[in-house]
């Protein structure tokens, strides 16, 4: 089973940066798109941001479209997550899984890891 280590996350003031990272196990990486959803407090889990297997396509809701960037590194199975210009509203628990690009994007593991809790102040 493919384990995943989201980190990264902390408090910062709205305006601020954060970088996220999430490692995953196994020789398998390279062979999935990647990522990354968002879960705020009392609302459902959501999609923020994804990229392919290669790297050279990237996926973004609309809310973080020109602040956030998704990277990945297949020689060390990490996927990263930049997130500038940060706002209140990004506050979240925010997690990493493997991901279907084919249609909505969606998550392909029906597991997932603790997170990492991003905390941005007005």
């Known amino acids: 089973q493919v384990q995943l280590v989201e980190s990264g996350g902390g408090l910062v003031q709205a305006g601020g940066s954060l970088r996220l990272s999430c490692v995953a196990s196994?020789?398998?990486?390279?062979?999935?798109?990647m990522g990354w959803f968002r879960q705020a407090p009392g609302k459902e889990r959501e999609f923020a941001a994804a990229?392919?297997?290669?790297?050279?396509?990237?996926y973004y809701v609309d809310s973080v479209k020109g602040r956030f960037t998704i990277s990945r590194d297949n020689a060390k199975n990490t996927v990263y997550l930049q997130m500038n210009s940060l706002k209140p509203e990004d506050t979240a628990v925010y997690y990493c899984?493997?991901?279907?690009?084919?249609?909505?994007?969606?998550?392909?593991?029906?597991?997932w890891g603790q997170g990492t809790q991003v905390t941005v102040s007005s």
């Open positions: 196994g020789n398998t990486f390279s062979s999935y798109a």
């Open positions: 990229i392919s297997q290669s790297g050279a396509a990237h």
């Open positions: 899984n493997a991901v279907n690009l084919i249609g909505r994007i969606r998550p392909l593991l029906d597991y």
